[in-house]
């Protein structure tokens, strides 16, 4: 479990492989005294209905671990995302496996999220 994320971005109108969906962003980067050294979260909901997508990594101080879910190629691991709003952020929830099998469970709260400004062409 980890402690409030405060910067998060989000866009509600975005595309995966050409379906339109919102995006949410996390990055955090941990201290050096905690579990968690660095943690990244793309979570797209389509608005088409279809299932919602995902791509976490997580690095502690011991090991490395990733789940992606939905997106272009073979799946690494398997697992499910959810993300509840509340106010102006939310709470993602994470349940999985990794590539290796390992069992990941991730709730991650978000007072507040940011916007997405878009780049390139």
């Given at each position: ?19 339109p969906?919102a ?28 299932p ?26 398997s ?43």
């Amino acid at each position: 479990m980890m402690r409030p994320v405060p910067a998060v971005r989000h866009s509600p109108t975005a595309a995966i492989h050409n379906v339109p969906a919102a995006l949410w962003l996390v990055h955090h980067t941990g201290s050096g005294r905690g579990a968690i050294k660095r943690l990244n979260l793309t979570f797209w909901r389509p608005k088409d209905g279809s299932p919602e997508r995902f791509s976490l990594a997580v690095k502690s101080r011991s090991s490395s671990h990733r789940i992606d879910v939905g997106g272009r190629g073979k799946p690494v691991g398997s697992g499910k995302a959810a993300l509840s709003l509340k106010g102006t952020g939310g709470r993602f929830e994470i349940k999985g496996k990794d590539d290796s099998g390992t069992p990941i469970e991730v709730i991650i709260k978000c007072p507040a999220f940011g916007g997405i400004e878009a780049e390139g062409g």
